[in-house]
């Protein structure tokens, strides 16, 4: 009895003991830096939790929860007040080329000419203040908003200057336009053989026409001149003012080299990078090996850089003909695309990934291309004894219906950007045929087997604003609302009779059915991003413990109808609890 009373008695102990540290955690205040009040706070945790008001301290979240319990919780010098506004967790592009951005802003841009000649003209400008001899660079062009939708020729810039390179990247970044002086600088002539997974596309004659496609970009691009370190650091100030201003606080970025990871370590260490970084090495060669020597680059920089996965390709792009197709072309007989990479390279690059501590990214976009990664993603998983690898694959844009399920099946992370959806639709059928583009951009046939997508832009392929990507992944429409019916499809999209035999994919969207819920479009650009970089922990949601980093908003993300969702604008941008921008001083 004596002992049971020693017990009873220490049990008693330890229950005081508890309520004290409670009472001490709930009615003693803690610090913080700031309390944000007045907003509503879209947590996107696992609850779907919805804040009043966050706690934070130094770069993290102390806590979030009703404005009473963030007050009697929490002591702050400073109180901000959000005036009933959004916020939601720091934005994440998925899938972007941040170090082109800046370099696109740098050059001519050619994103929404209405034409070869409208083309030429912008290059034209830059010509006339460039000296001769210099190279002129620009970026953007697309053969599918011109009336002849036929590729340029280098004629039409050899009219502009026969003493200036010209080097044109398309709006994909798979094929190139160049001029007459350009070919010439790179010995280009009519003997030229097409390089493997590459094109040249000729004239009548078998002369080069100007345009190279995907592997083919190659035989000029090794000529162009170097960029200067001052040039890098500005592109890199450009990309990172012009992301924050879209409340993205981070991107995973598709294709890096060593260079440009020493250019980002610099930034990071001389306190100028106010952004967060997850890279994949872009392809084998000199940087790859590197890596497999020394292991990933993990939260560099007070997570600002990690480097822990490997990019490959698979094909080419759909606009340019150049993604692999089971079946030819609907609109060009005879061609499947092309194959930039030979499935044993592909296997051997997997499985040096999977020995090494690596993730794989892969970009695939036409049919034979995701079914020849997944394939080989599936033989590697098979090989390997590891767990929690999340393969990706990066666009898996056209897709045979007996594929799908398989991304669930082998746990593969599909990676796919919205915006592409909404710039390809216009001609995507006339490349696909009716049968086949039911496959394409399917993003609810690939929910319903349980997986979650990541959602980038591709930028500087698509805009970088991740409001156009949630816009159109919940609407599937362009910036005009079409389509709205089958009507809108056929007067404005190259599209066969399908549209009228099935009207209903056209009701109020473009294959309507395939278009995703407002939470779902969202949590593609913050929780499901984080988690496709094994970032969870860190990032994507609004939870005690995970980095500061939100983004107040304009208006009610998750609310406000489609249409307003366009005109929404970023108020703050703060990442790891500081404010990076504010529209009050950047109007």
Excluded at 16 to 26: A, D, F, Q
Excluded at 77 to 103: C, E, Q, W, Y
Excluded at 171 to 195: M, Q, S, Y
Aim: aromatic share 8%; proline share 4%; hydrophobic share 35%.
């Amino acid at each position: 009895t004596s002992r049971m009373s020693k017990e009873r008695k220490l049990l008693v102990g330890i229950l005081l003991v508890t309520l004290i540290v409670i009472g001490l955690v709930e009615f003693i205040p803690r610090a913080a830096d700031t309390i944000y009040v007045n907003a509503r706070f879209y947590t996107m945790d696992a609850d779907n939790s919805v804040g009043e008001a966050m706690a934070v301290n130094g770069d993290r979240i102390s806590g979030i929860g009703s404005r009473s319990s963030i007050e009697r919780r929490f002591k702050a010098n400073k109180i901000v007040d959000l005036g009933g506004r959004t916020v939601l967790p720091g934005l994440i592009d998925a899938h972007a080329h941040f170090f082109s951005l800046g370099l696109a802003r740098m050059t001519v841009d050619l994103l929404g000419a209405q034409s070869e000649r409208e083309a030429a003209e912008r290059v034209k400008q830059r010509v006339e203040r460039t000296s001769p001899g210099q190279w002129i660079r620009g970026r953007g062009w697309d053969q599918n908003l011109w009336t002849s939708k036929q590729f340029p020729t280098h004629e039409t810039l050899d009219k502009i200057s026969d003493s200036h390179p010209v080097y044109l990247t398309r709006v994909d970044g798979h094929a190139v336009w160049v001029n007459k002086k350009a070919l010439e600088v790179a010995g280009i002539t009519k003997t030229t053989p097409d390089p493997p997974g590459g094109r040249i596309l000729r004239d009548g004659s078998g002369n080069p026409s100007g345009v190279f496609v995907d592997n083919a970009q190659q035989l000029v691009a090794k000529h162009l001149p170097g960029i200067s370190d001052a040039d890098a650091i500005e592109a890199l100030h450009i990309a990172v003012k012009e992301c924050l201003s879209y409340g993205l606080t981070g991107v995973q970025d598709m294709g890096v080299d060593l260079k440009e990871i020493e250019y980002y370590k610099r930034l990071i260490d001389h306190d100028d990078f106010p952004f967060r970084i997850y890279a994949a090495v872009g392809g084998m060669g000199e940087t790859w090996d590197r890596f497999m020597k020394d292991g990933p680059l993990l939260g560099y920089g007070n997570n600002r850089l990690t480097v822990r996965s490997l990019k490959l390709y698979v094909d080419g792009a759909l606009g340019s003909r150049g993604a692999a197709l089971i079946e030819p072309y609907n609109d060009d007989a005879g061609n499947r695309g092309l194959t930039v990479t030979s499935e044993e390279q592909l296997q051997k690059a997997v499985d040096e990934a999977l020995s090494h501590g690596f993730q794989v990214c892969t970009h695939a976009i036409g049919d034979r291309g995701n079914n020849i990664i997944l394939n080989v993603y599936d033989k590697a998983l098979k090989r390997h004894a590891v767990s929690d690898v999340r393969l990706r694959v990066e666009h898996a844009q056209v897709l045979h219906p007996d594929d799908i399920p398989r991304f669930k099946k082998l746990g593969i992370v599909p990676s796919m950007q919205p915006t592409h959806c909404t710039s390809d639709m216009y001609w995507a059928e006339a490349r696909l045929g009716p049968m086949r583009v039911r496959g394409a951009y399917a993003w609810r046939s690939l929910l319903k087997t349980g997986v979650v997508i990541c959602g980038g832009s591709d930028f500087p392929v698509e805009h970088p604003n991740p409001i156009f990507g949630i816009y159109a992944a919940c609407t599937r429409q362009d910036k005009e609302g079409r389509p709205q019916n089958a009507s809108d499809v056929v007067n404005h999209f190259q599209l066969s009779t399908a549209g009228l035999t099935d009207s209903s994919s056209f009701d109020g969207g473009w294959y309507v059915t395939e278009r995703m819920t407002r939470e779902e479009a969202v949590r593609c650009f913050t929780s499901w991003a984080a988690w496709g970089a094994f970032e969870e922990n860190l990032k994507g949601t609004l939870e005690k413990g995970k980095l500061a980093d939100f983004v107040v908003f304009s208006s009610d993300v998750m609310t406000v109808p489609s249409k307003e969702l366009l005109s929404t604008k970023v108020e703050t941008t703060v990442v790891g609890g500081k404010v990076v921008y504010s529209r009050t001083e950047n109007p």
